[in-house]
Each structure stands twice: as C-alpha cells, then as structure tokens.
C-alpha cells in the first residue's frame, strides 16, 4: 500500500512540472491547486492566472481564480473569473456558485438568485445553492420562493444564519415589503471587516 503525498511533496511535484513544462496551463493549473490545498491563496492566484494566460479556454482554471479571488475579498475579481469560467462551460456549477457568492457580497440580490438557480438546475441537491437563492429571493422580497427554498436547504443539512432566520421571521410578519442588503440578511461577513486565513 502507498503512503499518500503530503501537501508537501504535492506541491515540490508541482513545481518540478512547471520548472520542466513552463508552458504548460496544466501544470500551472495544478500549481494553483497545490497553493491553495497549502492556504496560499495569492500565490494560488498567480499560477491560475499564468494557465489561463497559456490557455484561456482552460475553464477550470477560471472556476479556481474566481473562487481564490472571492476568498481575497475581490468581488470584481471573481465575476471577471466566474463569467469566463461560464462562457466556456455553462455546465460547472462551483463558477455559477462562485459567480453568485460575488453578487451576494456586492448586494445584487437579482443575480444572486439566477446565479443559485443555475447551480440548483445543475446539482439540484446543492444545500448552498437553496440557501443563497432564498437569501437573494427574501431581498428581493419574494417570500414565498425564500421559505421553499430556505425549507430544501434545511432539508439538505444547511444550517442557515440567525440573522437569516430573523430577516425571515420579520418578512413574513411584515409582508416582506422592504428590500433588504442580501449580506445582512445571509449573516456573511462583510468585506469591511478584515478577513481571517
């Protein structure tokens, strides 16, 4: 039986192919996994960037730079990533999902709910993509498709926030007449306060 690759060893292999093929996207691509398996999020970010730069029709690579943009706090960042990832591949759920969570963070509730949906069409189990399409659709004041969808996300092992629970609880008291900031209402931390790694 063989031992499995430390994150260490992955990450020594990694570097050995993009020092052996520099012009390789797929090496690069699997530096950036290695970086990111090792919480190296920047330098996760420059080697996705270099493969899509070697081959921009690499659309996993996209998926991956929105998603290490997104958990570096750049919104703007992620959509450039996440649209290229969806414009080559309409099929990959994590870039709609990433291409959502920007939206959730820059308050576009609209486009936070196509974003879910599409992931839902995709991975119609997606605990996540319940929960963040009943967040968009109670900001956007529709009660009724937030408590369906709040309900499946439940269902699916989703524990939503207290402060989504209250939005909730308030909405449905007060007729949801009021459009909420989506970040408030999904309990997330905003991009003000600073970030942990």
Excluded at 27 to 44: D, E, I, P, V
Excluded at 76 to 84: D, H, I, Q, R, V
Aim: hydrophobic share 40%.
């Amino acid at each position: 039986m063989t031992k499995p690759e430390s994150r260490t060893d992955r990450l020594d292999r990694c570097l050995e192919a993009v020092e052996e093929k520099p012009r390789s996207a797929v090496a690069h691509y699997n530096l950036g996994l290695a970086y990111q398996k090792t919480g190296r999020f920047h330098l996760a970010e420059e080697a996705y960037l270099k493969a899509v730069e070697i081959d921009p029709g690499l659309a996993e690579a996209w998926v991956n730079l929105g998603g290490v943009r997104l958990h570096n706090w750049d919104f703007e960042g992620c959509l450039k990533a996440s649209k290229m990832a969806v414009s080559q591949r309409d099929d990959l759920a994590m870039a709609h999902y990433n291409l959502g969570q920007a939206f959730l963070y820059m308050n576009d509730p609209d486009n936070l709910v196509a974003c879910n949906k599409r992931v839902i069409e995709l991975e119609r189990d997606n605990a996540a993509a319940h929960y963040y399409a009943a967040v968009g659709l109670l900001a956007v004041g529709d009660l009724t498709g937030a408590e369906r969808h709040a309900g499946r996300a439940m269902e699916l092992g989703h524990r939503p926030t207290q402060e989504f629970l209250r939005a909730l609880e308030k909405a449905q008291r007060a007729g949801a007449e009021a459009r909420l900031s989506v970040v408030e209402i999904a309990g997330e931390e905003n991009p003000e306060k600073p970030k942990e790694d």
